[in-house]
């Protein structure tokens, strides 16, 4: 396993940020960022060193926040949407 580095860019809810993700390759670290924290990130990096955390003082985001903070999915709105019709209707 390896830890990856995602960082946020200009205007990004956690600017000057980065989150690790640990996986065995890229690919996967992607799929894990992508599910808890959305698709929102900049870039992805393999070292802590090419990610510039320490050149560019990035604060790290923990994964479990970034996951608290992550926009809503389709699915997620449709249900509450859905719910919220639902109660309409029983008035």
Same mark, same amino acid.
């Given at each position: 396993?390896?830890t990856?580095?995602?960082?946020?860019? @200009?205007?990004?809810?956690?600017?000057?940020?980065?989150?690790?993700?640990?996986?065995?390759?890229?690919?996967?670290?992607?799929?894990?960022?992508?599910?808890?924290?959305?698709?929102? @990130? &900049?870039?992805?990096?393999d &070292?802590?060193?090419?990610?510039?955390?320490?050149?560019?003082?990035?604060?790290?985001?923990?994964?479990?926040?970034a996951?608290?903070?992550r926009? *809503?999915?389709? *699915?997620?709105?449709?249900?509450k949407? *859905?719910?919220?019709?639902?109660?309409?209707k029983?008035?």
């Amino acid at each position: 396993m390896k830890t990856f580095y995602f960082t946020y860019g @200009f205007g990004q809810r956690f600017q000057g940020g980065y989150t690790k993700v640990t996986a065995k390759n890229m690919s996967a670290a992607r799929e894990i960022f992508h599910k808890e924290a959305g698709p929102y @990130f &900049s870039f992805a990096y393999d &070292s802590r060193d090419d990610c510039g955390v320490d050149r560019f003082n990035l604060k790290e985001i923990p994964l479990e926040e970034a996951h608290k903070n992550r926009p *809503a999915t389709k *699915a997620e709105n449709d249900k509450k949407t *859905a719910d919220w019709v639902e109660g309409l209707k029983k008035k």
